[in-house]
């Protein structure tokens, strides 16, 4: 399985979210699976990618030419993809996974994982997603969902695009029990 996560690529935030990362890419090593990410050598990118590779996992990183240009694209662990923008980056990422996980992140994680959420509402996409919520750092962001649909922005019929869990096991549950349900059929 080719797994996507999008993550932070910040050093500067609390260890905690560090493990969860080094946890998540232990498993997708462990298991042989393909780590799927943004291609940089900071943050919890580079956590899980190296933890990832050092459980015997493969790693791809889809980096943008702008970011790579400021000298943090990943090692030689990782089959690295340059992509043109930002808009090709998320593409390629889509394309190339079979799964999608959100660990702790920024503006970037957020428009990654809200993109695919939304693609998957309208069924151009059947595959899993995934929150790792560290710590309740996604419980804010959850409280807004829950506002939003309570004003009718959002229906609950769309519940069960995705999924919220606290470990890196039950991520690894889910994405191995993963079952299309029958509003993703209606798309077919």
């Known amino acids: 399985m080719q797994i996507a996560v999008f993550c932070a690529s910040s050093n500067r935030i ?4 560090f493990e969860a990362a080094r946890n ?4 997708i090593g462990r298991f042989g699976n393909k780590l799927v990410y943004g291609g940089t050598n900071v943050g919890l990118m580079n956590e899980v990618a190296v933890a990832t590779f050092e459980n015997g996992g493969e790693v791809i990183g889809i980096i943008p030419r702008c970011i790579q240009e400021k000298g943090i694209s990943a090692g030689c662990f990782c089959h690295l993809m340059v992509a043109a923008d930002m808009k090709e980056r998320k593409h ?13 992140g920024g503006w970037g994680t957020l428009e990654e994982i809200t993109e695919v959420i939304t693609l998957k509402q309208l069924g151009i996409h059947r595959k899993p997603i995934v929150f790792l919520n560290t710590s309740g750092f996604y419980d804010t962001f959850f409280r807004f ?11 609950g019929s769309y519940d069960n695009l ?8 039950e991520v ?8 299309i349900s029958e509003m993703e059929l209606k798309y077919q």
Do not use: C
Request: hydrophobic letters at 45%.
């Open 145 to 155: 969902i829950e506002s939003i649909r309570m004003e009718g922005f959002v229906s």
């Open 14 to 17: 609390d260890h905690k979210f």
């Open 172 to 179: 690894w549950d889910y994405l191995q029990n993963y079952r």
């Open 162 to 169: 995705y999924t919220v869990v606290n470990t890196a096991e």
């Open 24 to 27: 998540l890419g232990a498993l």
């Open 92 to 104: 390629l990422l889509r394309e190339n996974a079979d799964a999608f996980v959100a660990l702790p």
